[in-house]
């Protein structure tokens, strides 16, 4: 008996230990992607903790401090209005991140809803689905943002409804082309004899084999996302002012003081860089992982 | 072939003529409407009035009405007239701007080929080496720093340091072909650059595996040097998949153009996109995006159709 009670401690840390160690050998394998995310959880940090991390108020204007090159109090300087760049960064990644995660979320997620459908009905249904899909694609993206941020006001949620639209013609046609080749695997008509619905063969089984390429897709996904937001933003046509945002701070002050003050474009500019590259960095490691025949490559 | 080319222009006509549903519903989800726009904030005039010249601009029929004689118009060349400039017809405004899209768009399509190709191949040939490692880190950058961002920097840095203006005044291609090429050159490397990152990455991939393959062991067994080899064997094989990707590329590459366009101040279908938006010029908008997705939709017909001739392989069903 007292064998056992001892064992019980070791029971439950053998439980822990596989997923830490898988944890540090994909560090290992994969320390480049491993480094990436480190980064993006300091960038979600940054974002979350935005209010209590940032120096100064983002909003606060001090006509006195306007323009001040990087100092140690204003770690990257001040914009036009004197507002602290740092601080404004800190709170834009909020808008950044909020677009990437949420624009590339909904937009997969309406995607894999398509692509399900369609690739498993089959028929009409997939045709229309289909050319609705490459109608939406063959709209540059710019142009079909643009028109959809003039017909909807500027804010968050109309922003990311918007880039969704972007993101969800390509996952709807890579969740097409994986449920059609999953449709014919034996595993899918032992489910359809022993009588599940379609809807049962495609959320349990058909929709968890194709998810490989639906997280790739997502991870990917994100990282356009947030430079969409930025080009929204440059064009004007973001979240509101004087809402920080990364693309916005490129658009007032970055361009018209660009001579006296080049800080104001570097700074959110290496935001935007850093982690797009950050996020393409693991979007590439786990497609290693996930999808070895794609390994390089962008499909 | 020719069934199949049918078929596919069948497909790309139905695409078009759900873009030009899916813009004119946008467009007309906008408050307000267009009599209000040209009237624009000052000149309000007597409800009776309005009705009346309403009924003129033919904006009080309904939707479906207004929708075909959109089409009509399309279909008749003229695309409407510009809400804010009388008399302007929406095509003609197109026509002025397309060219310098084009251009720039072509142009950077070229430069993206003659850099992506080449440094993907070497990347591959040295896998897993130093130089292999900087062509996908520079590919990597490529990829996440948007043009527009690496064209703000050139502006600013190029202002500051290397004496580089961007051009005030556009030079146009038949004026001054010299002086215009020079005035590209800047944007058209910017706008090349992401593109070339995604070729180069896969030029890299599919050379990689083509190395692998059988008929390159053959050919290096019997006695070709490596470079006959790859540049003979490897590449034509490899860049079959390059160029469809390439081409499935142009919507982004007119994105991108639009963009690089607004930064360099030329007066391209961006410029006029962005300025029509800003102005609520609705039919202008309208008709871009439409001759906008025309394009991309025959450029990516064209490359299924020229898939075939490529590679004798394929053949269509």
Same mark, same amino acid.
């Given at each position: ?85 740092? /601080? ?80 969800? #013609? ?71 002012? #004087? ?24 700074? #959110? ?31 | ?144 720093? #948007? /043009? ?170």
């Amino acid at each position: 008996m007292s064998a056992i009670a001892s064992d019980l401690p070791r029971v439950i840390d053998t439980g822990l230990r596989p997923r830490n160690r898988r944890l540090l050998s994909l560090a290992r394998r994969k320390p480049l992607a491993a480094g990436a995310g480190l980064v993006l959880v300091v960038v979600c940090v940054v974002a979350l903790f935005a209010p209590v991390l940032a120096p100064f108020d983002p909003n606060e204007v001090q006509l006195g401090s306007r323009l001040l090159s990087p100092s140690s109090e204003h770690w990257l300087g001040t914009d036009e209005f004197g507002r602290d760049v740092l /601080s404004r960064i800190m709170h834009g990644a909020r808008v950044s991140l909020a677009a990437g995660l949420g624009a590339a979320g909904l937009g997969t997620a309406a995607g894999v809803v398509f692509g399900l459908l369609g690739g498993y009905i089959g028929g009409f249904v997939d045709l229309a689905i289909q050319r609705v899909m490459d109608a939406l694609m063959a709209l540059p993206p710019i142009i079909l943002l643009m028109v959809l941020a003039t017909v909807l006001s500027p804010s968050l949620q109309n922003v990311v409804f918007a880039i969704a639209i972007f993101v969800m #013609p390509s996952a709807s046609r890579v969740v097409r082309g994986a449920v059609l080749a999953e449709k014919e695997m034996v595993y899918v008509l032992a489910a359809q004899s022993i009588g599940a619905s379609p809807k049962r063969v495609m959320v349990r089984h058909v929709l968890p084999n194709t998810m490989a390429p639906i997280i790739i897709l997502a991870s990917i996904a994100v990282g356009s996302a947030i430079i969409i937001e930025a080009a929204l933003g440059f064009l004007g046509l973001s979240v509101r002012p #004087p809402a920080a945002t990364w693309g916005t701070m490129l658009n007032t002050g970055a361009q018209t003081y660009m001579e006296q003050a080049p800080w104001l474009a570097v700074a #959110p500019g290496l935001a935007i860089g850093v982690t797009v590259f950050s996020i393409n960095l693991l979007g590439d490691g786990l497609r290693d992982i996930l999808d070895p025949r794609l390994r390089g490559s962008r499909g | 072939m020719r069934e199949y080319a049918i078929r596919r222009l069948a497909g790309a006509a139905v695409v078009v003529a759900l873009v030009s549903i899916i813009v004119f519903i946008l467009m007309h989800l906008l408050p307000g409407d267009a009599l209000l726009t040209k009237l624009g904030e000052t000149g309000r005039i007597p409800e009776d009035q309005m009705d009346e010249l309403r009924a003129k601009m033919g904006i009080d029929d309904p939707l479906y009405v207004q929708y075909f004689r959109w089409v009509g118009d399309i279909f008749d060349g003229s695309m409407g007239e510009s809400l804010i400039y009388d008399g302007r017809e929406v095509s003609g405004r197109i026509m002025d701007a397309a060219p310098v899209t084009l251009e720039l768009g072509l142009l950077a399509m070229a430069a993206a080929m003659v850099i992506g190709v080449p440094l993907g191949v070497i990347a591959a040939i040295r896998q897993d080496g130093p130089i292999d490692y900087l062509c996908q880190a520079i590919a990597l950058t490529g990829l996440s720093v #948007p /043009s527009f961002l690496i064209g703000l920097l050139v502006i600013i840095y190029g202002t500051l340091h290397f004496g580089y203006r961007p051009p005030r005044e556009y030079i146009g291609l038949t004026e001054d072909p010299i002086g215009n090429l020079k005035q590209m050159a800047i944007p058209v490397l910017i706008l090349g650059y992401g593109l070339a990152a995604s070729i180069m990455r896969m030029t890299r991939s599919t050379v990689l595996e083509t190395l692998r393959q059988d008929y390159t062991r053959t050919a290096r067994a019997k006695g070709l040097a490596a470079r006959v080899v790859v540049w003979r064997h490897v590449l034509r094989n490899a860049l079959i998949p390059v160029v469809t990707m390439a081409g499935n590329q142009a919507a982004f590459i007119l994105s991108g153009a639009l963009i690089i366009e607004i930064l360099f101040i030329m007066p391209g279908l961006g410029q006029l996109t962005y300025t029509a938006i800003i102005q609520r010029d609705y039919t202008q908008v309208q008709g871009n995006a439409l001759v906008v997705a025309a394009i991309v939709v025959l450029v990516n017909l064209v490359v299924d159709l020229s898939y075939g001739l490529i590679d004798p392989r394929i053949r269509y069903g």
